[in-house]
């Protein structure tokens, strides 16, 4: 999955678990259980995620909804081959958005 989200500092929980399809309960709960979202509070404690969290929510995405990892398979799976798995990652969705553009393309010609 590949989330669409304007480029910002910050985003919010209701914009993330919209982009992402979710429901804002299971944003919170990933955050609890995955050490790598961290995303920062602000004083009424609203969560503000960073682009590199909205990054490691599309891998744990990919990881659990995708791929069907559960979530302890999916926490070392990250622990274990994080930077693997994010070059992996990385390639795979770069390669889905040079397929969309063929894609569309082709619908013009």
């Known amino acids: 999955m590949h989330v669409n989200l304007p480029e910002k500092l910050y985003?919010?929980?209701?914009?993330v678990s919209k982009a992402f399809g979710v429901n804002?309960?299971?944003?919170?709960?990933?955050?609890?259980?995955?050490d790598v979202l961290?995303?920062?509070?602000?004083?009424?404690?609203?969560?503000?995620?960073?682009?590199q969290d909205i990054k490691n929510l599309?891998?744990?995405y990919h990881l659990v909804?995708?791929?069907?990892f559960t979530l302890e398979g999916a926490k070392i799976h990250?622990?274990?081959?994080?930077?693997?798995?994010?070059?992996?990652?990385?390639?795979?969705?770069?390669?889905e958005h040079v397929k969309a553009q063929l894609i569309e393309l082709k619908k013009n010609l």
């Open 11 to 15: 985003y919010g929980i209701g914009e």
């Open 24 to 34: 804002a309960s299971l944003i919170r709960f990933w955050e609890k259980e995955f």
């Open 38 to 51: 961290q995303p920062k509070k602000n004083a009424k404690g609203n969560r503000k995620f960073t682009p």
């Open 58 to 60: 599309e891998l744990i």
């Open 65 to 68: 909804k995708e791929r069907g």
């Open 78 to 95: 990250l622990k274990e081959g994080k930077k693997e798995t994010l070059s992996n990652f990385d390639i795979i969705r770069k390669l």
